[in-house]
């Protein structure tokens, strides 16, 4: 089981800029692959970024160029760094974290919330 703890969520300003991180605590395995979804409401939850074990990220179309996915393989954490953030960027941010069964855990979620 693994267990995920998200902070940095928060309001900022259009334009402004956010960092999340994600530490993952229990057993976990590799190889691995952790990131982030989000959901607004009244959406859909939505892909956001994901890293794997050794540093690949991938990127949802509406971030690309706006927001970094990294990665402390020793301290089993993530990062999102999202600038040039957006009305449009509001939502609860989702970290998951998914092993090499594709079994997903999944953290709270935290808000991030942008003004115009």
């Known amino acids: 089981q693994v267990r995920l703890v998200e902070s940095g969520g928060g309001m900022v300003q259009t334009g402004g800029s956010l960092r999340l991180s994600c530490a993952a605590s229990?057993?976990?395995?590799?190889?691995?692959?952790m990131g982030w979804y989000r959901q607004a409401t009244g959406k859909t939850r939505e892909f956001v970024a994901s890293?794997?074990?050794?540093?690949?990220?991938n990127y949802g179309d509406s971030v690309k160029g706006r927001f970094t996915i990294s990665r402390d393989a020793r301290k089993n954490t993530i990062y999102l760094q999202m600038n040039s953030l957006d009305p449009e960027d509001t939502a609860v941010y989702y970290c998951?974290?998914?092993?090499?069964?594709?079994?997903?855990?999944w953290g709270q979620g935290t808000q991030v919330n942008v003004s115009s």
């Open positions: 998951y974290h998914r092993n090499k069964w594709n079994n997903d855990s």
């Open positions: 229990g057993i976990i395995a590799t190889p691995n692959v």
């Open positions: 890293i794997t074990f050794r540093g690949s990220p």
